[in-house]
């Protein structure tokens, strides 16, 4: 994806707090490529807790994703599904996160727009920003490594109890109108800054903005930020499994991408420190697709204890 940088004077950006740095992502929760930036997203929000504060708007991909589906279709013969695998294959190996491709396509049958995940991110966020950020992350992982329906509203409500979410507000939010206002704030946003691909990154320092439009690798992004603010350094952090354990037991379930970024270190590298830890019996190693997730073993087990619920349910 083609990337745009620009270093701006933008006095309608609400400004930060004083000497730190805003970062608003534009984002959809099943967009592909914007599933790409969760190692960057996960990197600030671990080492530069100090010093950056990360915003979520929900761009919207597509209000209706007929038109597309039609023009795989006429692109493929009549098998829209067969031209779209290659795409995301692609797509996942330039940004290196696993994904389930054939569970995707698989729950995409009756697939008609990305709003509905839109706005149940919404709902989770109106109990709180952090509530908000879990179960945009959890939507995430459902559609893209587990091949769930996260269109569909029963799963929507499912995941929000798996985080404790407060349900009845969860489905009120949805119900009385207030997630879609939400939404529709977001979206007036976009429309006002011209953000029409996803994800966009907008990152503020006073009256400087710096806005990324598409996906780049963690390491591209911190010499960006480092545009905004040249002394901006992500805290210290040994390269240790113990380190290792401490990022999987902050963000759950991690790609190898995503804990290199956190680490700051080649995915190599760090997959040795996880591979030995997996081992040691002491984190569990999934294969998704052509990657890997990682997880500690006593969350892997809950997860197990939830999809087995599912299954019996179902």
């Known amino acids: ?37 969760e190692p960057t997203i996960r990197r600030l929000e671990a080492r530069y807790a100090d010093r950056v504060d990360v915003e979520v708007r929900m761009g919207g991909l597509f209000e209706d994703f007929g038109p597309m589906r039609e023009y795989w279709t006429r692109m493929s013969g009549g098998r829209w599904k067969e031209s779209v695998r290659p795409f995301m294959d692609a797509v996942a190996s330039q940004h290196r996160m696993p994904m389930d491709v054939e569970g995707l396509m698989g729950s995409m049958d009756d697939f008609a727009s990305t709003w509905p995940a839109c706005l149940a991110t919404k709902a989770a966020e109106l109990q709180g920003r952090e509530p908000g950020r879990r179960y945009l992350r959890r939507l995430r992982e459902a559609g893209l490594l587990e091949g769930r329906p996260i269109h569909h509203r029963e799963v929507q409500v499912d995941l929000a109890a798996e985080l404790n979410l407060d349900p009845a507000r969860f489905h009120g939010s949805l119900e009385d109108g207030t997630a879609e206002a939400a939404f529709q704030a977001d979206l007036k946003e976009c429309r006002d800054r011209g953000i029409t691909g996803f994800p966009t990154i907008l990152c503020v320092r006073g009256s400087k903005t710096l806005r990324v439009d598409g996906w780049v690798p963690w390491d591209v992004f911190d010499s960006r930020l480092r545009e905004l603010d040249p002394d901006l350094e992500p805290s210290r952090l040994d390269i240790t499994e113990a380190s290792v354990q401490r990022v999987l037991a902050r963000d759950g379930r991690c790609a190898t991408r995503e804990v290199a970024a956190v680490l700051g270190v080649p995915d190599d590298e760090a997959e040795i420190l996880l591979d030995d830890l997996a081992v040691d019996g002491k984190i569990v190693r999934t294969e998704v697709g052509t990657g890997l997730v990682w997880e500690h073993s006593r969350d892997a087990k809950a997860a197990n204890r939830r999809t087995s619920r599912r299954a019996m349910s179902g």
């Not at 994806?1 to 004077?9: A, D, F, N, P, V």
């Not at 707090?17 to 099943?30: A, F, H, K, N, S």
């Open 1 to 37: 994806m083609e990337l745009t940088e620009t270093l701006i004077e933008d006095p309608t950006t609400r400004t930060p707090t004083e000497g730190r740095v805003l970062v608003i992502e534009y984002t959809d929760p099943i967009s592909i490529w914007c599933w790409g930036m």
